[in-house]
Nanobody, 127 residues
Framework: QVQLVESGGGLVQAGGSLRLSCAASGRTFSSYVMGWFRQAPGKEREFVAAISWSGGSTYYADSVKGRFTISRDNGKNTVYLQMNILKPEDTAVYYC????????????????????WGQGTQVTVSS
């Protein structure tokens, strides 16, 4: 398993942008599919985005498609989530997740698909 540490959360006004980062430990980062999930108060954790081991494929929840971009730098063992045009409903704790695998990112869109999780970073979007 890998150890994951998220950063970059904070308070932003609606329409603004934030970039989340997730740093992973270990020497095999490039063999992991990476994902982002979020959990709003009183709601279940939900899928946001995933990226394949090479970065060649990505997959997004409909609610963030066109506004969020997931990317990775295997040389830095880091995955990013660029969030633009933020809305108050994007307010949540955002979690980074990892799973060893080589399928397309679209195969990884549920919590059960990921075996390693970070502690989360809070994103608050004010109206």
């Amino acid at each position: 398993q890998v150890q994951l540490v998220e950063s970059g959360g904070g308070l932003v006004q609606a329409g603004g942008s934030l970039r989340l980062s997730c740093a992973a430990s270990g020497r095999t980062f490039s063999s992991y599919v990476m994902g982002w999930f979020r959990q709003a108060p009183g709601k279940e954790r939900e899928f946001v985005a995933a990226i394949s081991w090479s970065g060649g494929s990505t997959y997004y929840a409909d609610s963030v498609k066109g506004r969020f971009t997931i990317s990775r730098d295997n040389g830095k063992n880091t995955v990013y989530l660029q969030m633009n045009i933020l809305k108050p409903e994007d307010t949540a704790v955002y979690y980074c997740a990892a799973q060893r695998g080589f399928y397309s990112a679209s195969y990884y869109s549920s919590e059960a698909d990921f075996g390693s999780w970070g502690q989360g970073t809070q994103v608050t979007v004010s109206s």
